[in-house]
């Protein structure tokens, strides 16, 4: 992969993460990423997971990187949502869930600390990713473990 070349300011400017980070995500991932196929070679769960982390990182459509692989714009969407299914299924409980308010009381403490230390009004994009997270979940926890494909639907070209 051409990323294996990149120094680590290039990688973290690429995909938003430090390579370590991939490489832990990778690991947790991995085998829901290999795809056991014969009748062609399939995409590596590597090349899967830094697809995936790109158009999330960049916002390129999937034409744009599916000239940038060689790979298929269909490929490239099918790729990126069965990836970010992999992370929320894998890594949710573990990784993510545990930072979440767990109440409304609780996330209005959460607004009122990011703007004491932020010391500025919230701009609309702040308050969206919040609400956003607050939002993924309850959605989780009432077992809809899918929803991050919806933000990857809303957010797509």
């Known amino acids: 992969m051409v990323w294996n070349t990149y120094s680590e300011e290039r990688f973290k400017r690429a995909f938003r993460v430090t390579r370590d980070t991939f490489k832990y995500i990778l690991s947790k991932i991995f085998n829901n990423l290999q795809k056991k196929t014969v009748t062609e070679d399939p995409v590596t ?75 500025f009004p919230f701009v609309l994009e702040q308050w969206m990713d919040v609400i956003f997270l607050f939002v993924a979940r309850q959605v989780v926890q009432n077992e809809v473990r899918n929803f991050i494909t919806l933000r990857i639907f809303i957010q797509s070209p």
């Open 45 to 119: 769960p590597e090349c899967r997971l830094g697809v995936c982390l790109y158009r999330l990182a960049r916002g390129d459509y999937y034409y744009t990187l599916a000239e940038l692989t060689g790979l298929g714009e269909s490929t490239i969407c099918v790729i990126t949502i069965e990836v970010c299914q992999a992370i929320v299924e894998t890594l949710w409980e573990d990784e993510f869930s545990i930072y979440f308010p767990k109440s409304i009381e609780e996330y209005r403490q959460a607004m009122e600390l990011m703007d004491q230390e932020w010391q």
